[in-house]
C-alpha cells in the first residue's frame, strides 16, 4: 500500500494519536477534543513521498483558517482553538469531534483530473452529462457536485453518482451536502477570481454534531484539496499552470523523474529544485488568496 511509508505520529505531551493520514496526524486531546496536526508530507498518486515540503504544514493550516473566516456565514466549521501545544504550534488545530459522512464532497467548475478521465469516456462525471466537446480545462457551464467514496489509505477515491451518496446517507442529508459543497465552491471562487486565481475545483469533508448540525471540518480550499490556476495563464486544451501540487505531479510524470507509475514503486525523492520551487508556489497561493505576507 502506497500510504505505508508515513513515518509514525510525533508523541505530543497531552494527546493520544487517534488516525494518521496522508498529511494530517489526529490526536484525542485529554478533554475529549480533537488535535488536528498538518505536517510537512506531500502525497502524489497515492504515495506519500519521502521528500518533505518546508513550512507546507503551517501554511496549510493557516490557510484553512483564512477560508473558514470566509465561509462562517455559510457552514459552521469545526475549529475551537488554535492555542495547541508549543510542538506543534502553527500547524495545528483543536477541533471538535464529528461524526464524519462517508463522502468526499467535490466541487467542479472546470473539466481536468478524474473528472475529465470520466467525460472521455462516457461524456458524464459522476452520472451529469456534459456538454460535447469540452477539453482539459474547460469550464463547465455551471458548477457541479461530483462526489467520491473515502478510500482507504494508500486506496483511490472514486467517482460516485448523487444517488449513491443518498442511499447512503438519506435523500435530505445529501440534499444538503450537495447545496452546502456548491455555496462554498460558489463563494471561494469568486473569491479567488477577485485575486486572479482560477478555483477548478474543491474537495470538502463534512460531519454532524450530536445535535444533527452539519459542520465544516478537515481542510478546507488549500492547494492539497483544490485544484488553483493562475488566471491569466488560464488556455484550455492542455495541462494548465498550478499553485496546487500537480507540479510535483508532472515532476513525478517527466522523463527527468526516470519514475515509471506502471511499476508500482514509490516516486523518487524530489530534487532539491523541484521541493523550493513547490514551497514557493505553496507561499505565492497563500499570499495571492489571503493578501497577507508569508
Known amino acids: 500500500m502506497a500510504a505505508l511509508n508515513i513515518p509514525t505520529a510525533p508523541a505530543i505531551e497531552g494527546a493520544r494519536p487517534l488516525h494518521q493520514g496522508k498529511v494530517r496526524d489526529l490526536y484525542e486531546l485529554e478533554n475529549g477534543d480533537l488535535l488536528m496536526v498538518a505536517s510537512d508530507r506531500i502525497s502524489i498518486f497515492d504515495f506519500v513521498l519521502d521528500t518533505t515540503i518546508p513550512d507546507k504544514g503551517e501554511i496549510l493550516t493557516r490557510m484553512s483558517l483564512w477560508w473558514f473566516e470566509q465561509l462562517a456565514d455559510l457552514v459552521p466549521h469545526h475549529v475551537i482553538s488554535t ?9 495545528a488545530v483543536v477541533c471538535e469531534r464529528l461524526a464524519m459522512y462517508p463522502v468526499e464532497c467535490v466541487a467542479r467548475g472546470y473539466l481536468t483530473g478524474t473528472g475529465l478521465i470520466d467525460y472521455t469516456a462516457t461524456g458524464e462525471v459522476c452520472g451529469i452529462a456534459l ?10 457551464p455551471e458548477p457541479i457536485f461530483t462526489p467520491a467514496t473515502k478510500a482507504d489509505l494508500g486506496d ?6 448523487y444517488d449513491a451518496v443518498a442511499a447512503t446517507i438519506g435523500a435530505e442529508r445529501a440534499a444538503e451536502l450537495r447545496d452546502l459543497t456548491l455555496q462554498v465552491y460558489g463563494r471561494a471562487e ?3 477570481r477577485e485575486r486572479g486565481i482560477i478555483l477548478a475545483d474543491t474537495k470538502l469533508e463534512f460531519g454532524a454534531r450530536p445535535d444533527g448540525t452539519t459542520v465544516l471540518g478537515d481542510e478546507v480550499l488549500t492547494p492539497d484539496s483544490s485544484r488553483f490556476w493562475p488566471a491569466a495563464e488560464w488556455q484550455p486544451g492542455r495541462t494548465q499552470p498550478s ?3 500537480q507540479f510535483v505531479r508532472n515532476w513525478a510524470l517527466s522523463p527527468e ?3 515509471d507509475r506502471a511499476s508500482g514503486e514509490a516516486p523518487p525523492p524530489l530534487p532539491p529544485e523541484i521541493v523550493e520551487r513547490t514551497r514557493s508556489r505553496y507561499v505565492e497561493a497563500y499570499e495571492r488568496l489571503t493578501g497577507e505576507r508569508w
Not at 131 to 140: A, E, M, Q, Y
Not at 156 to 161: F, I, M, R, Y
Request: hydrophobic share 30%.
Open 243 to 245: 499553485y496546487d501540487k
Open 190 to 192: 469568486s473569491i479567488a
Open 131 to 140: 456538454p460535447t466537446g469540452l477539453v482539459d480545462g474547460s469550464r463547465l
Open 156 to 161: 483511490h477515491d472514486e467517482n460516485v453518482s
Open 257 to 259: 523523474s526516470g519514475w
Open 83 to 91: 492555542d495547541v501545544p508549543a510542538a506543534v504550534r502553527g500547524r
